[in-house]
Nanobody, 116 residues
Framework: QVQLVESGGGLVQAGGSLRLSCAAS????????MSWYRQAPGKERELVAS????????YADSVTGRFTISRDSAAKNTVYLQMNSLKPEDTAVYYC?????????WGQGTQVSVSS
């Protein structure tokens, strides 16, 4: 069984930074893609950033240049989301997502709140 555990959320002032972590445990040795999604109150869940097993990255336009997704060099099933220059509109629950072949997995989510 695979589990994704997120950490690093919290409350920060606009312009500040946070780093989210997602650690995957279980029987999967390598995921084809790991991503961060977010969902704000009253809005649909949206893709924030993703990274493939080949370290190709993709970002939502709204976070390009401010957020960076990366993979732990030693533990390939651990990903980070470095969030800089945070804005109030970044406030949401952030979810880690992982996929390999036809299997997909979600974390429980971590709250990020940005005050103005």
């Amino acid at each position: 069984q695979v589990q994704l555990v997120e950490s690093g959320g919290g409350l920060v002032q606009a312009g500040g930074s946070l780093r989210l972590s997602c650690a995957a445990s279980g029987s999967i040795s390598s995921f084809s893609v790991m991503s961060w999604y977010r969902q704000a109150p009253g809005k649909e869940r949206e893709l924030v950033a993703s990274i493939t097993s080949g370290d190709r990255t993709n970002y939502a336009d709204s976070v390009t240049g401010r957020f960076t997704i990366s993979r732990d060099s030693a533990a390939k099933n651990t990903v980070y989301l470095q969030m800089n220059s945070l804005k109030p509109e970044d406030t949401a629950v952030y979810y880690c997502y992982a996929a390999v072949w036809r299997w997909t997995y979600w974390g429980q989510g971590t709250q990020v709140s940005v005050s103005s």
